[in-house]
């Protein structure tokens, strides 16, 4: 699977969104992140609700309610429990190029503006519905911009695509390269590759 991170993104990059996971993820790790010994989440949602099935420590029945919730449950005034949402995009200027998952951190989902300047993902897509258009019918500038120690991504209209565009990436939505960008049950944002199939064995899913 191709990857593009924040860390990517040093110069502002056009895009177009080909695909939306339907819910935003949810991960809680109860220890901070150590690269020499990667841990899966003891606690995580697939649809930002309750805690999935397979989480060997549910930290509560329902996410809203959960203490893991809660700003100043994490590091600073962060909540301890992580949320992020996947898209599937490919670059503009190579549309038949490989498809790649981004993966939005709650900085860049939940940061408003009152342009299209500094607008974080779901304001942005709230205002391209109010203006009659879909996320995947336009080209989208993302932009990192740096606040301290972390990095937080804006996103933009700059163009709309013409209807040749439009009709090869609905097509394209419907492909296998896209559904394992957006699936939960793939979260290799933190795991190493060699870990994966241990992963899965772990929380019952076949192999």
Not at 2 to 21: E, F, H, R, S, Y
Not at 109 to 124: D, R
Not at 155 to 182: G, I, M
């Amino acid at each position: 699977m191709n990857k593009l991170k924040v860390k990517d993104i040093a110069k502002a990059k056009q895009v177009v969104v080909i695909g939306a996971a339907k819910n935003m993820h949810r991960q809680y790790y109860d220890a901070p992140f150590d690269g020499n010994n990667i841990k899966f989440p003891i606690c995580f949602s697939s649809d930002s609700t309750k805690p999935d099935v397979k989480a060997s420590v549910p930290q509560a029945k329902f996410c809203m309610t959960c203490t893991k919730n809660i700003k100043g449950s994490g590091e600073g005034n962060t909540k301890a429990c992580r949320i992020h949402q996947k898209i599937a995009i490919s670059e503009y200027d190579n549309l038949k190029g490989p498809v790649h998952q981004f993966v939005i951190t709650s900085a860049s989902l939940f940061s408003k503006s009152e342009s299209y300047e500094g607008m974080g993902f779901l304001q942005y897509v709230k205002k391209l519905i109010y203006q009659g258009q879909s996320i995947s019918s336009v080209v989208t500038k993302l932009t990192k911009t740096d606040e301290g120690i972390y990095s937080r991504v804006s996103f933009k209209p700059v163009a709309y695509l013409n209807r040749q565009e439009l009709d090869y990436l609905r097509q394209r939505s419907n492909s296998e390269e896209v559904d394992d960008c957006l699936s939960f049950y793939k979260p290799l944002d933190l795991l190493e590759e060699n870990h994966f199939f241990d992963v899965r064995k772990k929380m019952g899913i076949e192999v």
